[in-house]
């Protein structure tokens, strides 16, 4: 069995009991941040309803830090459940990607995009 890239991570820019954040080492813009439960789980749907909660904590305070250093014009927040859906890292991980104006030419869809042909709408 292969071993988990997240279940060994303790160094993380902050954390609380049951979730960490630290910066996405392929990021999508700059300040990209992962947010990971520290117990293995798969996907968000294996979360317990404590690590959904310890996570969404982290997701605001990712997004206060991210604001002060980098001030993003936007958000996206994302994960990806199972191969089919692109998720590569079996640990459950929440992508919080700053945007910023002009970082695509037409942002509207979003998260769409994931099936580029059904983000224009």
Do not use: W
């Not at 991570?9 to 947010?35: C, M, Q, T, W």
């Amino acid at each position: 069995m292969l071993a988990c890239l997240f279940c060994d991570r303790d160094e993380f820019i902050f954390e609380n009991e049951l979730a960490g954040a630290f910066l996405d080492k392929y990021p999508v813009s700059e300040g990209h941040l992962l947010i990971i439960p520290k117990q293995h789980r798969v996907d968000f749907f294996e979360l317990t309803m404590a690590e959904k909660a310890a996570i969404d904590k982290l997701l605001i305070e990712g997004k206060a830090y991210l604001e002060k250093l980098y001030q993003p014009d936007g958000f996206n927040i994302g994960c990806n459940c199972g191969v089919v859906s692109g998720q590569s890292v079996m640990h459950c991980h929440i992508h919080l990607i700053p945007r910023y104006k002009g970082d695509t030419a037409q942002p509207k869809g979003g998260v769409r995009g994931v099936i580029p042909e059904k983000q224009r709408y």
